[in-house]
T-cell receptor, first 114, second 113 residues
Framework: DVKVTQSSRYLVKRTGEKVFLECVQD?????MFWYRQDPGLGLRLIYF???????EKGDIPEGYSVSREKKERFSLILESASTNQTSMYLC?????????????FGPGTRLTVL | SQKIEQNSEALNIQEGKTATLTCNYT??????LQWYRQDPGRGPVFLLL?????KEKRKERLKVTFDTTLKQSLFHITASQPADSATYLC????????????FGRGTSLIVHP
């Protein structure tokens, strides 16, 4: 079974703090993704990576950065957290060789910025 | 611009009935379409994939249809159970090396005992 794990299920931070969200997958997948999900807005892609040290901006990258130093690990960084970044953050991975790119999601991190 | 539409209103049905959820799209030529289930506070879980050249796909109590002329997919759950209550997301993919599906916002299904 593919396992995607995220470092925290719930996180509370203060405005201006630097926040790290970690994601690890154990299926040797090439592709990894970070989404945020808000009521009424659905899943929105923040950043993705198709290889170690490679990253691409998604639809809403502002205020975020990412790091992929190892194939199995993809980190999302909020440089200076703001209240409008309160959200559910979902990490996903997919096989780069697969033609139809089923995504495997982690359990999510619910981040609250006060 | 590309648009994927799923009914934002929850679908309420009685246990044992067939639930039918709709995914419509515009300005898009998908090579495939995926359906995911998401429980509250959890990440989505992949259920089914249907390719552009397939009309129908089945898996146990699930059935998906794909009509590229109507630009629509229907997702059916037969003999629905309260445990089927969740939000169901459709996602469209272009294929051809593009590995990022585009997700709809999902429809909530509530199955009443």
């Amino acid at each position: 079974d593919v396992k995607v794990t995220q470092s925290s299920r719930y996180l509370v931070k203060r405005t201006g703090e630097k926040v790290f969200l970690e994601c690890v997958q154990d299926m040797d997948h090439e592709n990894m993704f970070w989404y945020r999900q808000d009521p009424g807005l659905g899943l929105r892609l923040i950043y993705f990576s198709y290889d170690v040290k490679m990253k691409e901006k998604g639809d809403i990258p502002e205020g975020y950065s990412v790091s992929r130093e190892k194939k199995e690990r993809f980190s999302l960084i909020l440089e200076s957290a703001s209240t409008n970044q309160t959200s559910m953050y979902l990490c996903a991975s997919s096989d780069g060789q697969g033609a139809y790119n089923e995504q495997f999601f982690g359990p999510g991190t619910r981040l609250t910025v006060l | 611009s590309q648009k994927i539409e799923q009914n934002s209103e929850a679908l309420n049905i009685q246990e044992g009935k067939t639930a039918t959820l709709t995914c419509n799209y515009t300005n898009y030529s998908p090579a495939y379409l995926q359906w995911y289930r998401q429980d509250p506070g959890r990440g989505p879980v992949f259920l089914l994939l249907i390719r552009e050249n397939e009309k129908e796909k089945r898996k146990e109590r699930l059935k998906v249809t794909f009509d590229t002329t109507l630009k629509q997919s229907l997702f059916h759950i037969t003999a629905s159970q309260p445990a089927d209550s969740a939000t169901y997301l459709c996602a469209l993919g272009r294929g051809g090396g593009s590995y990022i599906p585009t997700f709809g916002r999902g429809t909530s299904l509530i199955v009443h005992p």
